[in-house]
């Protein structure tokens, strides 16, 4: 069993951070396809949220990491 790494543990966190935001963009497509477009601006919201989130994550690794 290797002892995990920094850079790892951020890679995955990524992977989990891109996924959330490409299934919330999914939701707001779906929703909007159906014309209930309240909720589908909200998980547009919370896709570009997630977005953001991974945009401040990958500084605080740089600044980390380097």
Do not use: C, F, I
């Not at 963009?25 to 570009?48: F, G, I, Q, R, Y």
Request: glycine residues 4%; aromatic residues 4%; without cysteine.
């Amino acid at each position: 069993m290797s002892v995990p790494t920094l850079g790892e543990t951020y890679a995955k966190m990524m992977e989990h951070l891109r996924l959330a935001q490409e299934d919330a963009a999914m939701a707001a497509h779906l929703l909007n396809a159906n014309d209930d477009t309240k909720p589908a601006l909200a998980w547009l919201a919370v896709s570009e949220l997630l977005k953001k989130m991974q945009h401040q994550v990958t500084q605080l690794a740089m600044g980390r990491l380097q």
